[in-house]
């Protein structure tokens, strides 16, 4: 789990060094609506990072493999949805798009996961 609060730690500070750099750098260079794609993209990212951390402190205290899943979808889902997110907005190339769901199907995923390791910890 090193590595995932490794890369939550990262991915974190990185959605802090996006989004004022969509506040500063992009805000004449965007239409407000890829802004907004972009700090929507900025929002999950820090949003999920933060979960995983969350599921590396619990996995600290209950190691089920449930919760290392979970990270790895939420992990995957910041790169496929905030990821495309921030693709589409800054070249505008539509087919980014179609990439922005699967993302989101990692995040459900992952948070689908640490509700079943919640029952199955019985606690």
Same mark, same amino acid.
């Given at each position: 789990?090193?590595?995932?609060?490794?890369? !939550? !730690?990262? =991915?974190?500070?990185?959605?802090?060094?996006?989004?004022?750099?969509?506040?500063?750098?992009?805000?004449?260079?965007?239409?407000?609506?890829?802004?907004?794609?972009?700090?929507?993209?900025?929002?999950?990212?820090?949003?999920?990072?933060?979960? +995983?951390?969350?599921?590396?402190?619990?996995?600290?205290?209950?190691?089920?493999?449930?919760?290392?899943? =979970?990270?790895?979808?939420?992990?995957?889902?910041?790169?496929?949805?905030?990821? =495309?997110?921030?693709?589409?907005?800054?070249?505008?190339?539509?087919?980014?798009?179609?990439?922005?769901?699967?993302?989101?199907?990692?995040?459900?995923?992952?948070?689908?996961?640490? +509700?079943?390791? !919640? +029952?199955?910890?019985?606690?």
């Amino acid at each position: 789990m090193k590595f995932y609060l490794v890369a !939550a !730690a990262t =991915s974190a500070m990185l959605a802090v060094i996006l989004g004022a750099f969509a506040a500063h750098g992009l805000k004449s260079r965007l239409s407000e609506s890829m802004l907004a794609v972009f700090q929507t993209g900025v929002h999950y990212q820090f949003l999920h990072s933060l979960g +995983i951390i969350l599921l590396v402190l619990l996995y600290r205290q209950h190691t089920q493999s449930l919760l290392v899943w =979970s990270a790895g979808f939420m992990l995957a889902g910041i790169v496929l949805f905030s990821g =495309s997110l921030y693709a589409l907005a800054l070249t505008q190339i539509k087919w980014f798009g179609p990439i922005t769901p699967l993302g989101g199907l990692c995040f459900i995923l992952g948070w689908a996961m640490l +509700i079943v390791a !919640a +029952i199955k910890s019985g606690q």
